[in-house]
């Protein structure tokens, strides 16, 4: 890690966390008339296409390399899901509850991590867990507003991204970051490449909705790069309640150009799952301190 600075840690994290509340807003804009699939796909393709543009001519070769192409692939598939079902549930959900509904997934790699990564969850994040899980409810009980299919997409994206999360966690002691990175791009420009005939349905963008579409990979990369930014001046413990920033962002968002504000119930919710989540990173910061000490 780079010197310690947590002041500009916090600050670039809270910008990242602007960046992908924007990349939200525009993409629920633009679906309203345009389908969701060829949004994934522009969103991937102008990634893909701005890494070859400005990374290829330097590292060439190397942004392709990996022991692991099958783990590779199958990661980057699911963030393409994880896209696709997020901007489905945007398209039809507030901003603001949606995002706090995919901010389970923390939750979920907490529970996961046992099975899959062979850590010892404990009973401090089950507890946890099942209170966040608790906090989901009052955001998507009986008799809210939010659409059914639309908490069912943002359920299944919160699946994909704990999948995706934990796939990560395994690939990067062997892989770089920036090949984990390209191979997204790649794999999603691919997938979605694929499917264009039957995607390429409805009218054609106007200058300023071109421009918003490219503005979707635009929203994403920045906010990557901010992100491994602020690692760098601060450990991920340090900075993990204010990856919540987001759902500041995206209820400010969501009454600004949508008219859009939880209610209280909701609010509550994303109360109790912020505050669940936050508990989940610091037991996972003490069991990190613990490992360290008895080894040392």
Known sequence: MHSYRPLRAVTLMLAAMCCFALLDATSKHLSQTFNV?????ARY??????????????HRARLVATTRPLAQIVRALLLVAVTGFA???FRIMPLAET??????TPLIVALLAGPML???????????????????MLIARPGSALAPAGVAYTLIAAVCYAFYQIQTRKMTATEKPLTLVFYTALVGTAAMSLALPWIWTGPAPNATEALMIVSLALYGGTGHFLL???FRHAPASTLAPFLYAQLIWASLLGWLFYDQWPDTLSIAGMIVI???????????????????????
């Open 37 to 41: 699939p060829l949004l994934v796909w």
């Open 45 to 58: 393709t102008v990634h893909f296409m701005l890494m070859v543009i400005f990374l290829g001519p330097r």
């Open 87 to 89: 901007m489905a549930a």
């Open 99 to 104: 995002t706090a509904l995919i901010f389970v």
């Open 118 to 136: 062979g850590e010892r969850v404990g009973t401090p994040r089950w507890i946890a867990a099942l209170v966040g899980f608790g906090g989901m």
């Open 228 to 230: 491994t930014h602020a």
């Open 274 to 296: 912020v505050v669940s989540g936050v508990a989940v990173a610091l037991v996972e910061r003490a069991a990190a301190v613990s490992i360290d000490t008895e080894r040392n």
